[in-house]
């Protein structure tokens, strides 16, 4: 079990970095963005952030290493960012973050203020902020597009989910998975794709590994998708190899 002092400890000693997930666009099969995953290197063991994210929710801890997130995302992709137009770059955001001023400060301490346009602030359906959050996620969507993570894996339901400030919904990787299954699954996506294009939602699928789940949703109408049939996660460097030679 690692501890909050631990996770201090790798912000303050660089043992976290970033690997980008491509996003691609389902129809054309071209890469359209990226969601940047934080990892952490501890004495040689990759811990992946679901281990050690949940310690520091509500935490002064929370903010720092939202801040660390926008500086490693400006000097990865920040010069490149600003010469590809059509291209954007997801960052994971802990909804306590919004309405206490810490986004504002993060972006413009980090130079990504200049490229809000290409930036995605991505809250799980769980975390969605209360409404001081809320408020504070309208301003926002006035430079950035916000996008509900995990989107059906929470306990929201669709009148809530209609209420919600946002921009993309990414459909949690357990619909996914069963998404060829002889179960009620594919049903429920099917009404789940119709509800966001009704709201106008953009939807990005999570966790695409195959190539009929690929078929599939292509079919369904999803127009984005991640996963490891297009790419596994990559370093900033490869990924902007990826992106350029395809």
Wanted: net charge negative; hydrophobic share 45%.
């Amino acid at each position: 079990m690692k501890t909050v002092e631990q996770i201090k400890s790798a912000i303050e000693n660089n043992e976290l970095y970033l690997n980008y997930m491509p996003t691609m666009d389902v129809a054309s099969n071209k890469c359209v963005g990226a969601e940047a995953l934080i990892r952490w290197n501890h004495d040689g063991e990759i811990i992946a952030p679901d281990e050690f994210i949940p310690l520091i929710e509500n935490t002064s801890l929370s903010g720092l290493l939202t801040y660390w997130i926008f500086d490693e995302v400006a000097k990865d992709m920040g010069e490149w960012l600003h010469k590809h137009e059509g291209i954007h770059i997801g960052i994971n955001i802990p909804p306590e973050i919004f309405g206490r001023g810490g986004l504002e400060y993060a972006a413009l301490k980090s130079g990504l203020m200049k490229l809000a346009d290409k930036i995605i602030l991505e809250i799980t359906e769980r975390g969605f902020p209360d409404q001081l959050g809320l408020e504070a996620i309208s301003s926002a969507r006035s430079r950035v597009k916000i996008a509900i993570d995990d989107f059906g894996a929470g306990d929201a339901n669709l009148l809530e989910l209609s209420k919600m400030e946002a921009d993309i919904i990414k459909l949690d990787k357990f619909f996914i998975d069963q998404i060829t299954s002889e179960t009620d699954i594919p049903k429920i996506v099917k009404g789940l794709v119709a509800f966001a294009k009704a709201m106008d939602f953009e939807i990005i699928a999570e966790g695409v590994e195959t190539k009929v789940q690929a078929k599939v949703i292509e079919q369904l109408g999803v127009e984005m998708a991640q996963g490891w049939h297009y790419s596994k996660p990559l370093t900033a460097k490869d990924f902007i190899a990826f992106h350029l030679n395809q």
